[in-house]
């Protein structure tokens, strides 16, 4: 399927009242799309990969993985509290309807690393800045960020204000 993007839904008032979900999974169900959205995401880093990509939990974890099986490095998992194994590091931050906080392993990548931050969809930008502060804290280089889906009207990429590059595959 050349045109996944036509398989993305809306679900209305979901998690909360007011709040328009863009749902991927179908996308994720029809293997040509899936690939097809993989390939699109690791386009602008296939000249020079990254060490690793940090994929948010938990739709940021199949593309991320996906990704980094494409681009051929490491997959470090982004999580919402208390669900890694041993000491972590922790970065609360906003979203469009409330707030939440990430870990991450505090070993999870070497000083120095490339590591690319990956997710689903670019709302508000609270989850990217978070995972890559918590990257940064470890010492870890944030090449980018890179995105399924960017929801242009919530303003995301404005909040972004950062030196490294924010990619989308698509743009709604």
Same mark, same amino acid.
Not at 11 to 25: A, L, Q, S
Not at 82 to 91: A, I, M, V
């Given at each position: 399927?050349?045109? #996944?993007?036509?398989?993305?839904?809306?679900?209305?008032? $979901?998690?909360?009242?007011?709040?328009? $979900? &863009?749902?991927?999974?179908?996308?994720?169900?029809?293997?040509?799309? $899936?690939?097809?959205?993989?390939?699109?995401? !690791?386009?602008?880093?296939?000249?020079?990969?990254?060490?690793?990509?940090?994929?948010?939990?938990?739709?940021?974890?199949?593309?991320?993985?996906?990704?980094? =099986?494409?681009?051929?490095?490491? $997959?470090?998992?982004?999580? /919402?509290?208390? /669900?890694?194994?041993?000491?972590?590091?922790?970065?609360?931050? &906003?979203?469009?309807?409330?707030?939440?906080?990430? @870990?991450?392993?505090?070993?999870?990548?070497?000083?120095?690393?490339?590591?690319?931050?990956?997710?689903?969809?670019? !709302?508000?930008?609270?989850? =990217?800045?978070?995972?890559?502060?918590?990257?940064?804290?470890?010492?870890?280089?944030?090449?980018?960020?890179?995105?399924?889906? @960017?929801?242009?009207?919530?303003?995301?990429?404005?909040? #972004?204000?950062? !030196?490294?590059? =924010? &990619?989308?595959?698509?743009?709604?």
């Amino acid at each position: 399927m050349s045109d #996944w993007s036509a398989l993305i839904r809306d679900v209305p008032d $979901f998690p909360k009242p007011g709040i328009m $979900f &863009r749902d991927i999974t179908p996308v994720l169900a029809d293997p040509a799309a $899936f690939a097809a959205a993989v390939a699109a995401m !690791a386009a602008p880093w296939r000249a020079t990969p990254p060490d690793a990509v940090a994929g948010i939990e938990s739709r940021g974890f199949i593309l991320g993985a996906a990704l980094a =099986l494409e681009l051929r490095c490491g $997959f470090v998992p982004v999580r /919402k509290p208390g /669900k890694l194994p041993g000491r972590t590091l922790s970065q609360g931050y &906003r979203l469009e309807y409330g707030s939440d906080r990430l @870990e991450v392993h505090v070993d999870a990548v070497p000083a120095g690393a490339r590591v690319l931050v990956v997710d689903d969809v670019l !709302a508000t930008g609270g989850t =990217l800045r978070a995972a890559t502060e918590l990257l940064r804290r470890q010492g870890a280089q944030v090449i980018g960020a890179d995105v399924l889906v @960017e929801l242009v009207p919530l303003g995301g990429r404005d909040r #972004w204000d950062d !030196a490294a590059p =924010l &990619r989308a595959a698509l743009l709604m």
